[in-house]
């Protein structure tokens, strides 16, 4: 499977626990995006890197989100502290370069659910 | 004012026929538009893009922009049951990188 993978699929936490979510692109896509989507909704931009360098990030993110991506290959978004407002699906997408590097092709996701 | 609007449905229409789906944005100077179908429980999937005013089709869907408007749309012809989702419309800006998306419509075809 060449897609975007996500891990885990499901995590159930309580509030207060820290939760890392890790995302592996499409190989030789150098830019990889992080959404929220919640019920409703369309996806919610968090943060965007190209290669390792994280280049964007919604003033909407509170200081308990961060977002790496070490080596310009898998990228993690941990939040810290949970609450029950980020029960919601972490989308992971990435994009190629070129002409098409903004047409995303996004992960299954990650359903965190904070109880 | 929402940076994309779309109405959230749901849209019905009968197996067959044309379903159009309307989109606003508020960013005048957006410069790509992009459609994407989510099927429930599913993640959001590229369908079309578009850049030019005008009409852009790939097999039955047509895309149409009208910047001085402010308005993209999507035409899905011979409508299937197979196409009920959620159609998200998605707009980059001038100087940014990211996507923005609206809520997205629901698109019923019923038999």
């Known amino acids: 499977d060449t897609g975007v993978s996500q891990d885990p699929r499901h995590k159930i936490t309580k509030r207060g626990q820290n939760v890392t979510f890790r995302c592996d692109p499409i190989?030789?896509?150098?830019?990889l995006y992080w959404y929220r989507q919640t019920l409703g909704q369309g996806p919610e931009f968090l943060t965007y890197?190209?290669?390792?360098?994280?280049?964007?990030k919604s003033r909407l993110l509170s200081d308990r989100f961060s977002a790496e991506r070490p080596k310009g290959s898998f990228s993690t978004l941990e939040i810290q502290r949970t609450e029950q407002g980020d029960s919601a699906m972490y989308l992971c997408?990435?994009?190629?370069?070129?002409?098409?590097?903004?047409?995303?092709?996004f992960g299954s996701g990650t359903q965190l659910s904070v109880l | 004012q929402k940076e994309v609007e779309q109405n959230s449905g749901p849209l019905s229409v009968p197996e067959g026929a044309i379903a159009s789906l309307n989109c606003t944005y508020s960013?005048?100077?957006?410069?790509?538009f992009f459609w994407y179908r989510q099927y429930s429980g599913k993640s959001p999937e590229l369908i079309m893009s578009?850049?030019?005013?005008g009409d852009k089709e790939d097999g039955r869907f047509t895309a149409q922009l009208n910047k001085a408007s402010q308005y993209v749309s999507l035409l899905i012809r011979d409508s299937q049951p197979s196409d009920s989702a959620t159609y998200l419309c998605?707009?980059?800006?001038?100087?940014?990188?990211?996507?923005?998306f609206g809520t997205g419509t629901r698109l019923q075809v019923f038999p």
């Open positions: 890197f190209q290669n390792e360098a994280q280049l964007e």
């Open positions: 997408a990435s994009s190629p370069t070129g002409t098409d590097n903004e047409k995303l092709f």
């Open positions: 578009i850049y030019s005013n």
């Open positions: 998605a707009v980059n800006g001038y100087n940014t990188d990211k996507l923005i």
């Open positions: 960013d005048r100077v957006s410069q790509s």
């Open positions: 190989s030789e896509h150098n830019r």
